[in-house]
């Protein structure tokens, strides 16, 4: 059962079992940042061991819901179904063309409800750049979990700008390479602790060899279709932590 309110694409609780090993001594750390949020799922198996919850993304919508969750369950669920509101919600849970019989927002659960209370307690949400979260809130009591998109990824998030020319919509990504040699230099030089889960290959390998703890495989619970032939996808990711 998930400690967020929806489904969620990325979700990292089914994965922890393979790194929580690899966290820091708790006797080292006071709080927990996620400059990736995302669903939130290391911070909430750290929400009894840290004093303070520290959650970022770009996503405005992702930021929002936490904000509207924070202020109440019913909240909400209410938010969730304004159509517009109820689509984006949709496509972040990576649901494809599934529709849930209860909507979006799955039932409140013990599970939700501590995570909800952890954050109201001492969580800070924050809607920003990654390198700007880590700028305010990183220090030597600081435990950062980085969970950025995959090296490959082509995540929306990062669309820069959008036009036409000729009568034909065009957007501009950012170079989303640029995060990865920024958290290399990161792990270098930061006083925090930090640790980084992001999928192997040969660049990814190269480029943290020096930081990389351990690694393990992932099967998907999403099926892709390859002429006519369903697949579950496979693959490796890499642990790697400067401490």
């Not at 970022?56 to 936490?66: G, K």
């Not at 990389?212 to 099926?223: D, L, Q, S």
């Not at 032939?229 to 932590?241: A, D, G, Q």
Request: hydrophobic letters at 35%; a neutral charge.
């Amino acid at each position: 059962m998930s400690h967020f309110p929806m489904a969620y694409l990325g979700n990292k609780r089914l994965d922890i079992k393979y790194f929580a090993k690899y966290f820091p001594d708790p006797e080292t750390y006071s709080k927990i940042l996620e400059p990736f949020a995302g669903s939130g799922a290391v911070s909430f198996y750290l929400s009894d061991k840290v004093d303070e919850i520290i959650l970022n993304d770009r996503n405005d919508i992702l930021i929002e819901l936490y904000n509207k969750w924070v202020n109440g369950f019913d909240q909400l669920k209410e938010w969730s179904t304004i159509p517009e509101i109820e689509k984006l919600l949709h496509k972040m849970s990576g649901a494809g063309s599934f529709k849930r019989a209860y909507g979006i927002i799955s039932k409140n659960t013990k599970k939700k409800e501590k995570f909800r209370e952890a954050l109201i307690s001492k969580g800070t949400i924050m809607q920003g750049d990654w390198i700007d979260a880590i700028n305010e809130h990183c220090d030597e009591n600081t435990f950062v979990y980085l969970d950025p998109p995959y090296f490959d990824s082509n995540n929306k998030t990062y669309i820069t700008s959008k036009t036409k020319i000729n009568d034909n919509p065009i957007v501009d990504i950012e170079d989303g390479t640029k995060i990865f040699i920024d958290i290399l230099n990161l792990l270098k030089e930061s006083d925090c602790k930090i640790m980084l889960v992001i999928n192997k290959n040969a660049i990814t390998e190269f480029i943290y060899s020096d930081y990389i703890v351990g690694e393990y495989e992932k099967i998907y619970g999403m099926t892709i279709i390859v002429k006519g032939e369903k697949y579950k996808k496979r693959t490796k990711h890499i642990i790697i932590t400067n401490y």
